[in-house]
């Protein structure tokens, strides 16, 4: 059974860089067809698409987030990591990793159990 | 960016109803849509994508319809697990974006 694990601070000072990684197991991160991607939950923004990975290094960003983020995946560790630099308290959120299938033409069907983030000195 | 409208935002029913949720997107997508459901605490479960095809291990109460612009969720009869917020989301175009959820509470 596919797991996604998020990992990271839980507390980012404002105007530092968020840090989170992804651990994939029971499954590869270079599968065929499969992207990898990164989804935050607040409650003044509700859910919001951050940006997806393939195991190529292809990336997509969501324009609003693109000047503050890098995704970059790490086959051997079968892991993948999201960077938000310049936080600001809008930037508290609940962090999910998830599994996109087709580019997310069929979904994002497996998730991790999410992990919240402050922003906050 | 597609904006999506999910209507209404909050639903009361009981268990056995039969319910209906509605996404409505600000442009046409084609079958580039799917569910998800979300307990307090717990990330989002997919339930149905492109429209109408029910995830693996999804009981078959739950189904979904629609096109173009109009989208629906229907949970046939409702059973005591199905009480949650529900999102629609749009995978048609870049950036993927998310209704702002149905929240379903037992009357």
Redesign the interface.
């Known amino acids: 059974q596919l797991q996604l694990h998020e990992s990271g601070p839980g507390l980012v000072k404002p105007s530092e860089t968020l840090s989170l990684s992804c651990t994939v197991s029971g499954g590869s991160i270079s599968s065929s067809n499969i992207y990898w991607g990164w989804v935050r939950q607040s409650p003044g923004k ?4 951050i940006g997806s990975i393939y195991y190529s290094g292809n990336t ?1 960003y ?3 987030l693109k000047s503050r983020v890098t995704i970059s995946v790490h086959t051997s560790k079968n892991q993948f990591s999201l960077n938000l630099s310049s936080v600001t308290a809008a930037d508290t959120a609940v962090y ?1 990793c ?1 599994r996109l299938r087709y580019s ?6 497996y ?4 992990t919240l983030v402050t922003v906050s000195s | 960016d597609i904006q999506l409208t999910q209507s209404p935002s909050s639903l009361s029913a009981s268990v056995g109803d039969r319910v209906t949720i509605t996404c409505r997107a600000s442009q046409s997508m084609g079958n ?1 849509l ?1 569910w ?1 459901q979300q307990k307090p605490g ?5 339930l149905i ?2 429209v109408s ?1 029910l ?1 693996s291990g999804v009981p078959s109460r739950f189904s979904g319809s629609g096109s173009g612009r109009d989208f629906t969720l229907t949970i046939s009869s409702l059973q005591p697990g199905d009480f949650a917020t529900y ?1 629609c ?1 749009q ?1 048609y175009n ?8 149905t929240k379903l509470e037992m009357k």
């Open positions: 509700g859910l919001e698409f997509y969501n324009p609003s999910y998830a997310g033409d069929y979904g994002l069907d998730w991790g159990q999410g | 580039y799917n998800y717990i990330a989002p479960k997919l994508y492109a095809t995830q999102f989301q995978s870049s950036p993927y974006t998310f209704g702002l959820g």
